[in-house]
Every structure is written in C-alpha cells, then in structure tokens.
C-alpha cells in the first residue's frame, strides 16, 4: 500500500505521526505471515480480516469466542524493556480460554494502545502475538494500533486480544456428565502466567524498580525474579485438542485470575467438587518465594495463583491412564492431583 502522499504535520504537532503506523504495520507484516492458514482470505491492512469458516464434517458448527489482555505484567515488560513474549500471553489468555469449551482456535486479533508509537517496539510486541498464535495453530488476521497521547506515558502501552474458534455442537464438553470417581489432571504451568500481578508488583516492589529483580537466584535455577515472573504463559491449545480426539473430557478449567478456588469450580457441576491432593501438586519456586517474601497464607496463594498448575481436565478413571499418555506425548508432563466427589464444596484442598 502507498502511503507517501499521507502525512499529517497538524496531527504530528498534537502528538500523532500516523507515518509510525505505516511504518509499524510494514514491521510487523512478516511476523503475522507465520501465522496465516487456509483459512486467511486476505492479507492485513484493510478495514477487516477475512476468514473462511472451515465447516467441513460438522453437523452443527458453533462459534465460541474470548478476549482478554495481559494485565499489569505490562509493567515488568516495560521496566525490562523486553516486549517480544507479552504477546504470547495475550493470546494464551485467549485461547486457553475458548479451549476449555473443546473449541479449535480460529483467528485472532490484536488492540494495542500506547502513549507513543514506536515502530520498532510495536513490531516486536506483535511479534509475540504472532509466536502464541503459531503455538495455537490460529491465524493473526487483524487488530489496531491506537496512539494516545495525553492517556499514558509515551513509553507506557497497554494490549489485549480476541480470538475466535469452532468446535460441533456436540462436541462441545458437558459438565453434567461429571461423577464422583472421575480424575482431576494437572497441566503445569510455566510460571505466574498473567495473573496476580498486582498482588507480585506489592510483594517484589516492581513498581519502584527493586534491584533485587535483577538478581539471579539459586532458588529459581539461575533465574532472577523478574526473569520468572515475565516468562510466558503456556498454550494448551495442540494437546488438549489431541486428547479430545482420544478421550471423553468431562471438564477443563484454565487456572487463572482467582487460583483453584474460583476457576476449578466453573467446570464443576453442582452436587460435586473437586477434591484436591496439595502434595500432588508441583508447586512452582517462584511461588514459595511470592508467600515468603509477601507473608502470604496458604490458602490466599492457591486464591491467587495456579501454583504451578496452568490447567485442570477431568476425565474418567479408566480413561486417565490413557490421559496421561496422550498428554505426555503431546509435550505436557500431565499429572493426577485429584478427584471428583460429592460435595456443596466445590474444592476441598487437602
């Protein structure tokens, strides 16, 4: 696309040089290649994205969508100036979500809003939306850029996204064929994820910049802590998919905002709770170090945090041995950490 006759000097002068976006959107273009499918119709840069639904041996397709955005681990990506992974935590965000129903992510797109557009550094953002979109198997056809001068600080900038998938109607996972006896799975986690990062900013002083984020730590195996905290969230998208092919899934809960107490039970139905072994659980070193450094109870932790647990899936007893083999061969080192019992209490951690 031409854009050598489009120049604004007034708009400049107010704090917006629309040419940053042309230049951003030339940038970004060969990450967002990697991610095209057979289902991208067009190229990115017009008014819409355009995507041919991919029906075929589907009796009652259903679109399932979600958005969501990063957070406050913007802050660590800003303070560390590295911006090339905090995309696959927005897109992580997204599509583990629409996962959890057995959906097949689609397409995506991307809202970023800054106080200034630098080119370079926009690319490099998206060139994290575009890594968690290859991780997904989802196309990026589309999103924004939005400079906002006046709104944040020039080098502040917030992301969120919205991805799209398609799973047959009666494919969709039913809760209410959970029982009593049925297998709770663990999926771990690579870390804080996207979640609970005010509750970190507090604990670690990220907002004053600590010194001590930068030091590597025998306790995090040569990391430093803001290293730990900024890895990516992990995509589950290819084994959960592999594993809905093989098994009956009766539930997947992906372990976010809230911990197990507020997400496990989404997946619950009631009558029923999930009745969690904590010794089972591989509870992460950057999440000892979160309880000690903040005085955190127990009990906040696991309201706050996945603990090392990205995800939660619920099949049959005869089925989770199969389960596990699935998973382990889709890259997931898959274990058990409960089971399914009746309960008013929609997670008993014991």
Not at 93 to 107: H, Q, S, T, Y
Not at 254 to 272: A, K, M
Request: with cysteine.
């Amino acid at each position: 696309m031409d854009h050598q006759n489009s120049y604004s000097a007034s708009y400049a002068a107010a704090g917006v040089d629309i040419t940053a976006g042309y230049k951003a959107v030339e940038l970004m273009k060969k990450h967002v290649a990697r991610t095209r499918n057979e289902g991208c119709l067009d190229d990115v840069g017009g008014f819409g994205g355009c995507f041919g639904l991919p029906i075929a041996g589907m009796e009652e397709p259903v679109l399932v969508s979600g958005t969501d955005g990063v957070g406050t681990k913007l802050k660590l990506a800003i303070l560390m100036d590295k911006h090339d992974t905090i995309g696959i935590d927005c897109v992580a965000m997204c599509v583990n979500d629409i996962i959890c129903v057995g959906a097949k992510p689609l397409f995506f797109l991307d809202y970023i809003a800054c106080g200034k557009n630098v080119p370079e550094k926009i690319a490099e953002i998206v060139s994290g939306v575009a890594e968690g979109c290859v991780q997904a198997g989802s196309a990026l056809i589309g999103g924004e850029t939005a400079e906002h001068p006046g709104m944040m600080p020039e080098n502040e900038y917030d992301l969120a996204g919205f991805s799209v998938g398609i799973v047959d109607k009666k494919k969709i996972i039913d809760k209410t064929t959970m029982r009593p006896g049925d297998v709770v799975i663990a999926l771990p986690s690579t870390g804080i994820h996207s979640n609970g990062f005010s509750l970190c900013r507090k604990v670690f002083d990220i907002d004053n910049n600590n010194p001590e984020l930068y030091v590597p730590r025998e306790e995090l195996k040569g990391q430093t802590i803001a290293e730990a905290l900024l890895t990516p969230t992990r995509i589950y998208v290819k084994p959960v998919l592999a594993l809905l092919e093989k098994v009956q899934v009766k539930g997947i809960s992906h372990i976010t905002g809230g911990g197990f107490y507020e997400n496990i039970p989404r997946s619950i139905p009631d009558g029923l709770g999930a009745k969690i072994d904590k010794s089972a659980v591989k509870v992460l070193p950057i999440f000892d170090l979160i309880a000690k450094w903040g005085n955190i109870p127990e009990r906040d932790m696991f309201n706050t945090y996945n603990m090392g647990v990205g995800m939660s899936i619920v099949v049959p007893p005869e089925e989770a041995q199969t389960a596990l083999e699935i998973l382990k061969a889709n890259g997931e080192d898959a274990y058990v950490i409960g089971s399914i019992v009746e309960s008013e209490e929609k997670v008993i951690l014991e």
